[in-house]
């Protein structure tokens, strides 16, 4: 045959994160390379899909969702997020968080659009602007606390950008972006015209006080902000793919016009249990989940620690980036399965997250596990030192 795959799939790797959980699986380890909460649906999400099913909420939804998620969303980004958001006309549910960022894209972006990334990013952040042919100009963070500068954003910019990216909490750094940095982008926003693309995905997440704001929120930025959410982490339901979209009115159809081509609709029984879970569960069971990480956090933050992994402690979120650069290897993928074979713990290489050599030092840990597996990976990881 002389027909061949598209020009776009080149630009396209596999995940890493994918492809270390295959590794992981050969070997029957403990995969911390996956985002994947297992720590179990909470009791209102799986009752509320089990009474849709019953009271037949089994077929297309429209384009923006179920109104019942949309209210309960509505109610808790005004509540919450200080983003008061109109039900009808400003909310679109999506496959997933990346669902909602692809379709967001697809909408709002034309091929050889310069969109701002700040590494360490999230691989599909990357891939899905790739895929779309949007040109990703990259801000580097500085650790330990993931800072940027003006002039760093400034050097970024061209008069071809039309949108940055932000992720806070974010995967993989932990990273929470501060008032005073919301500011800073804020401003920036403003003066170039760009589009804000805001994944808050990890926002309960959150440790040492630290409070999550919604870049959404900023007067500046609420018309230009396009706020993407999930409760796939938030209420283990990763599989389910339910997300969302948060948007001024005026960019709302065409983005939902983008989610019914490419997804027609969420699943519309996994929609009410979403809805039941935000309606019923109170903030006990939220900050319970800070409560929850900060523990975790701090186990395999010491474990790294004793077995000469530097970590860079998380902000928020449920992942920690660490410092391998003693392992053997050259880079963080032979780093990453170095530790692997050795102690039967997979990770993902800091490389994932880069787009050039700034992560081959790194690797990166979730520590979303049950209290078992973690006390197991835990232990593995001292068979690592050298």
């Known amino acids: 045959m002389t027909n061949k795959c598209s020009s ?5 790797t596999q995940s890493e994160i994918r492809a270390m959980t295959l590794a992981c699986q050969k070997v029957k380890g403990i995969n911390m390379a996956q985002g994947v909460c297992n720590l179990g649906v909470p009791d209102p999400v799986a009752r509320g899909v089990t009474r849709a099913i019953a009271d037949g909420y089994n077929s297309y939804t429209k384009y923006s969702g179920l109104p019942e998620l949309r209210i309960a969303l509505a109610q808790k980004m005004g509540a919450n997020n200080q983003l008061p958001t109109d039900p009808e006309q400003e909310i679109v549910i999506s496959a997933g968080a990346t669902g909602a960022f692809y379709s967001a894209c697809l909408a709002l972006l034309e091929p050889g659009d310069e969109v701002i990334l700040f590494e360490p990013y999230y691989g599909y952040h990357l891939n899905m602007l790739l895929s779309l042919e949007l040109v990703p100009k990259f801000v580097p963070l500085q650790p ?11 050097a970024a910019v061209s008069p071809r950008t039309r949108a940055i990216v932000v992720c806070t909490p974010g995967n993989p750094s932990g990273k929470v972006y501060s008032q005073d940095e919301l500011r800073l982008l804020e401003a920036f926003a403003v003066r170039h015209d760009l589009f804000v693309l805001s994944d808050e995905t990890y926002e309960y997440f959150l440790y040492d006080g630290r409070r999550h704001i919604s870049p959404g929120s900023l007067p500046g930025l609420r018309e230009r ?20 979209s948060v948007q001024d009115r005026r960019w709302t159809e065409a983005i939902g016009y983008m989610n019914d081509l490419i997804y027609v609709c969420a699943p519309a029984p996994l929609q009410i249990g979403v809805a039941a879970g935000i309606t019923e569960l109170g903030s006990d069971f939220y900050n319970g989940l800070s409560v929850e990480f900060l523990a975790k956090r701090q186990q395999i933050c010491e474990a790294l620690e004793r077995a000469g992994l530097r970590p860079y402690v998380p902000q928020g979120a449920y992942y920690v980036l ?6 053997p290897g050259q880079t963080s993928k032979e780093r990453a399965m170095y530790l692997l074979e050795k102690t039967g713990v997979a990770t993902v290489p800091g490389s994932a997250f880069y787009s050039g050599c700034g992560g081959e030092h790194l690797v990166r840990f979730c520590f979303a596990k049950e209290a078992a597996e973690l006390d197991a990976a835990c232990a593995r990881l001292g068979d690592c030192r050298t």
């Open 8 to 12: 776009r799939t080149e630009r396209i």
């Open 144 to 154: 330990p606390d993931w800072t940027f500068t003006q002039a760093q954003i400034d």
């Open 225 to 244: 902000t396009i706020t993407i959410g999930s409760y796939s982490k938030t209420y283990s339901i990763t599989g389910w793919r339910i997300g969302y």
């Open 322 to 327: 660490a410092d391998v650069s003693h392992l």
